[in-house]
């Protein structure tokens, strides 16, 4: 059952489709510099958030952006003033994610966004029953298990040391519950998820007693 502010699920799976896209924030960054990343990513996020805040002003800018894409904005990202949509949050976040932290957290941080984010909407969206917070039981579940397995294969890819596998794995758990808790914290999941992977995996790599320097360099 479709609740009142949820979009379809037909357009939740093209809006993931789209999603998907911003998988190559993360893929591009494992081969350009910081500076490289962020002299890419900070005039697309200016021009974004310039559409978007435009978008619900312009008349001409606003029939064009929802003849469109209208069907898969949410219901709070339709409301006027300065609400952003998520492809905005989604190249704010990046901006962010490369300032401040080490490029393996940002690379995994925000590919478990993407990936995750879409396994958790979906199979959530179909499959959900227990409820948490806003979200269910069952998309966290496919969130938790598919940002596991990203670290997985970013670790096995990179010959990373145990503790990317501890780090990585308490973080794909703590972005599970940044992305069931976003609406509570008052902020856009495409924040709140890669900051709370971030955060956990700098803490224990940081505290590493070996291992810890290795880690974050792997990249």
């Known amino acids: 059952m479709i609740k009142k502010n949820e979009i379809s699920y037909k357009q939740e799976i093209l809006r993931k489709g ?10 591009s960054y494992i081969f350009f510099s910081r ?11 200016a021009v974004a958030v310039l ?19 209208g ?9 006027g003033g300065v609400v ?24 995994t941080g925000f590919t478990i966004l993407i990936i995750s984010d879409i396994m958790a909407a979906l199979i959530g969206r179909k499959y959900g029953r227990r409820p948490i917070f806003d979200k269910s039981l069952e998309g966290l579940m496919a969130f938790i298990i598919s940002a596991i397995a990203i670290v997985i294969i970013y670790g096995v890819t990179f010959d990373a040391p145990a503790v990317y596998f501890y780090a990585g794995i308490a973080g794909a758990v703590a972005g599970g519950f940044g992305e069931v ?7 856009d999941d495409n924040l709140s998820i890669p900051l709370s992977v971030g955060i956990v995996m700098w803490i224990i790599g ?14």
């Open 18 to 27: 789209i999603h998907l896209l911003s998988l190559s924030i993360p893929i």
């Open 35 to 45: 500076e490289t990343e962020l002299a890419i990513l900070i005039p697309m996020a």
């Open 51 to 69: 559409i978007d805040v435009l978008s619900k002003k312009n008349f001409i800018l606003h029939d064009f952006v929802y003849k469109y894409f």
């Open 71 to 79: 069907n898969m904005f949410r219901q709070h990202e339709l409301r």
């Open 84 to 107: 952003l949509n998520g492809a905005s949050w989604v190249l704010i976040s990046a901006v962010v994610c490369v300032l401040i932290f080490p490029k393996i957290i940002m690379v």
């Open 181 to 187: 808790s976003s609406s509570v914290l008052k902020m």
């Open 206 to 219: 940081a505290v590493a007693v070996s291992g810890a320097d290795s880690f974050l360099d792997i990249i």
